[in-house]
């Protein structure tokens, strides 16, 4: 049996609008379904076998959700804490009501590239570690990086607290600072491996994840839906399309 939700819920649930913008914009008579304006926010539409426009442009719907957020210093990648503010909270209300999840987890003073999803099984698939899926960040250090520190990362570390990380990428960009790829994701990963170094992280941005990039134009805490393009390539299927 077809799905059939409210007009203006299906808009926000797009991420594009909130439920209030997409009611006016429905009023206003910017929104059509299958060629016809509608103007009751209400109305019950099956967003698979409709075509809806939205202020002339065509609205893609989606089952889930993926939203890129540019994760800011200070907030947790947590769904709620009882003290500290969380990524979610970071978020409009509409969005807060799906069970939206981050995928992987950035230290609470890491910044950068975060995607939060419904679609459990994707994340799943991102995090899985046979996915190899590279993940890159950037990272300020107390000390210079230098190609003793390249040679080490290639060829993986055994650290002194017995973490074992395997070969890793890292790329120097000035005195001090340089781009690190990790195939994996362990607990404090970049900073432990710097610091075993001896060249502690004093700021750490992550940059991309896969094939997804993060978008220069958000602020700290600024999010957006994926793009149509964004969201085909995180969803590939293979390691290989994961990993570019
Ligand atoms: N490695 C870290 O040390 N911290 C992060 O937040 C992510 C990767």
């Known amino acids: ?74 907030v947790l990648t947590a769904t709620e804490d009882r003290r500290q503010p ?53 990272a300020e250090t107390e000390g210079t990086v230098d190609e003793d520190d390249v040679a080490a990362f290639a060829a993986g570390m055994t650290l002194g607290d017995g973490l074992v990380c395997q070969s890793a990428g890292l790329e120097r960009l000035g005195p001090d600072r340089c781009l690190v790829t990790l195939r994996e994701g362990k607990f404090h990963q970049v900073k432990r491996m710097l610091a075993a170094r001896g060249k502690p992280v004093q700021y750490l941005k992550r940059l991309s994840m896969g094939a997804l990039t993060l978008d220069e134009a958000l602020e700290p805490g600024a999010w957006r839906p994926l793009t149509e393009e964004e969201t085909r390539k995180v969803k590939g299927k293979t390691g290989g399309d994961l990993a570019k």
């Open 1 to 74: 049996m077809a799905e059939q939700l409210r007009l203006d819920k299906l808009l926000a649930d797009t991420g594009l609008w909130s439920r209030k913008e997409a009611r006016d914009l429905i009023r206003r008579g910017q929104v059509t379904v299958d060629g016809a304006v509608v103007k009751q926010p209400e109305a019950k539409v099956d967003p698979a076998q409709s075509s809806l426009t939205a202020a002339g442009q065509p609205v893609v719907w989606q089952k889930y959700t993926y939203i890129m957020m540019n994760k800011p210093g200070g």
């Open 86 to 138: 969380t990524v979610l909270d970071l978020l409009p209300q509409e969005l807060r009501r799906k069970q939206l999840r981050p995928v992987g987890r950035l230290d609470k003073d890491t910044e950068g590239l975060l995607l939060l999803t419904d679609d459990g099984a994707l994340a799943h698939r991102l995090l899985a570690p046979k996915s190899h899926v590279d993940k890159v960040y950037y």
